[in-house]
């Protein structure tokens, strides 16, 4: 009888929660609809990810662009947010589940902040799976940010600019401490990655599924892993199959 589980596992998988409103107007309901069923599915896919024995799990919760959505629509998610942290902070606690936020802070309401905050703070000691909450998150803000750090430290004396390499922008991102995603999976059909992980996903392998993503279940998630799990990671090198057919 063949494992559900994959022979190899990712250290970090990201995931880009996509379909909400679809999954809604096919249903004939508001969008906030689809949005409820995609908080439900957000307790599945960390519970499948800790049995997995993945250590990061990174979802894309809300961009910088989403505040161009509808007012209502933008408040509605302000309150699945409040919701879930209020609701799910303390079973993730019991879990041993350490949340980790990134993106920017400085432009968000005070108590959602608070309420980042307080998960961040309250998890910190935890030793299982690292939640990464994408909020107010955008990989080209997020560069922008990083370049903007560096470029004061040069400023300042800090830092000399013949000095400045990968590693130094990579502790300056919001990921800085958090290994770089194996994996990258978007649902609802889309093939992009939105702003999402720009520098970190400069290896990940991608998986792009077709179902909505309140209808990303356990099935889903394992075989996302077993596709991953079927890939072969070179790194821009050459595999040892490759090498014995050019020798």
């Known amino acids: 009888m063949q494992s559900e589980t994959p022979i190899t596992s990712p250290r970090h998988v ?17 969008r906030t609809a689809g ?29 910088s662009e989403n505040w161009n959505r509808p007012e209502q629509e ?11 942290i209020r609701r799910d902070l303390a ?11 990134i993106g920017c802070r400085q432009t968000i309401q005070p108590d959602i902040r608070a309420l980042l905050n307080e998960a961040e703070e309250r998890t910190r000691g935890n030793t299982g799976i690292t939640l990464v909450i994408a909020f107010n998150y955008g990989a080209r ?10 470029a004061e ?15 130094a922008l990579a502790s300056r991102v919001d990921t800085a401490g958090i290994p770089d995603p194996d994996l990258v999976i978007r649902t609802s059909g889309e093939q992009r990655l939105s702003n999402f992980l720009l520098w970190q996903a400069a290896y ?6 077709p179902c909505l993503w309140p209808d990303f279940d356990r099935a889903a998630f394992l075989e996302a892993l077993a596709e991953y799990g079927r890939r072969d990671r070179r790194y821009g090198a050459v595999s040892a199959p490759d090498l014995a057919v050019g020798s």
Do not use: C, K
């Not at 933008?74 to 879930?84: A, E, H, T």
């Not at 922008?144 to 750090?149: H, L, S, T, W, Y």
């Open 74 to 84: 933008v408040s509605d998610l302000m309150g699945l947010l409040r919701f879930f």
């Open 91 to 101: 079973e993730l606690h019991r879990e041993n589940v350490s949340i980790r936020v």
């Open 141 to 150: 803000d997020e560069l922008v940010r990083a370049v903007r750090q560096i």
């Open 35 to 63: 949005h409820r069923a995609g908080v439900e599915r957000v307790r599945e896919a960390v519970r499948t990810a800790a049995e997995a024995e993945i250590e990061y799990l990174t979802l894309f919760a809300f961009s």
């Open 153 to 167: 430290a040069v400023r300042s004396g800090d830092m000399d600019a013949a000095s400045i390499d990968e590693a």
């Open 14 to 30: 990201a995931i880009i929660m996509d379909g909400n409103g679809r999954w809604a107007n096919a249903r004939g309901l508001p």
């Open 204 to 209: 990940s392998e991608f998986v792009f599924l």
